[in-house]
């Protein structure tokens, strides 16, 4: 894909990544029930973690402060952008095999951008189960939560999950980029995605000010959920809270620079 422009070459981009898709999606049609099978499995085992929260609340008001519906929306807001990213960005995930077959190797021989190969590799069409019970959660979050919504409040729920959209795929390209130098893929990615994706369902501050730390200046969860989510709740009125979700733009900036620097030392493995 050789473009004259930026425009033309997104535009190009965008068309060749909907032509990926719809290959991967014609052939997991090609098996339908399995298919559907996998994608009420996966709505059922996201739909537990939603169950969880119910019994909790069934016996307590409030977790510091949050309510029901606040949980709710904090949950969905994480688990919808983790399964977004997870559908999209599943191609990082197994960056490990491209790399052990040799086929990465291929890649790099066409005239066409290496992420935008890497992620048409796969594509998890399973999320569309989690995606659901993050939808449902979500409207139910927006009926139940304190939140008086507003022009800003809405926008800044949309920058919620785009930016948490961005951050889990920029962990998996980490996750990725690593298996330039090790080969095999890293299993701290896998803590620092499903795991921020499970404790993601409750404010950060819940668990205490170390994690809180760590979520702002090592891995910027909060950025995408505990600082905007005290604008959306109305505890803070300070603009910067409800735009800190752009702050996720540096993060990706920072794990496209060392996927470019694994690149740049990448020793073929031979197949």
């Not at 048409?120 to 569309?128: A, D, I, N, P, Y």
């Not at 505990?226 to 959306?232: A, D, T, V, W």
């Not at 733009?249 to 690149?263: D, E, M, P, R």
Request: charged fraction near 15%; hydrophobic fraction near 50%; charge should be positive.
């Amino acid at each position: 894909v050789k473009a004259t422009g930026r425009g033309e070459f997104v535009t190009k981009s965008i068309k060749l990544y909907i032509k990926f898709a719809g290959i991967v999606l014609k052939s997991t049609m090609q098996y339908k029930a399995s298919f559907v099978l996998q994608v009420i499995g996966r709505f059922i085992l996201a739909f537990n973690g939603f169950v969880g929260i119910f019994f909790l609340f069934s016996g307590v008001t409030n977790i510091k402060g949050y309510t029901y519906g606040d949980i709710l929306l904090c949950f969905a807001v994480m688990q919808l952008s983790f399964s977004i990213a997870e559908c999209i960005g599943s191609g990082f995930k197994s960056f490990e095999g491209l790399i052990r077959r040799g086929e990465f190797d291929r890649m790099m021989l066409r005239p066409c951008s290496l992420l935008l190969q890497v992620i048409g590799t796969r594509f998890e069409m399973g999320r569309l189960g989690p995606m659901l019970t993050a939808v449902i959660t979500l409207v139910l979050g927006i009926r139940q939560s304190s939140v008086e919504w507003n022009v800003a409040k809405c926008f800044t729920l949309a920058g919620m999950i785009a930016g948490g959209v961005v951050l889990f795929v920029g962990l998996f390209l980490i996750g990725a980029s690593i298996c330039f130098f090790s080969i095999a893929d890293a299993g701290i990615i896998n803590v620092l995605t499903y795991g921020a994706r499970d404790h993601g369902k409750y404010p950060m501050d819940i668990y205490g000010k170390g994690l809180l730390k760590f979520g702002t200046f090592v891995i910027p969860y909060t950025l995408i959920q505990y600082y905007p989510l005290q604008f959306l709740l109305g505890k803070t009125t300070n603009v910067l809270y409800a735009l800190s979700p752009f702050g996720i733009a540096v993060f990706a900036a920072v794990c496209y620079v060392l996927w470019c620097f694994g690149v740049r030392n990448y020793k073929s493995c031979g197949n």
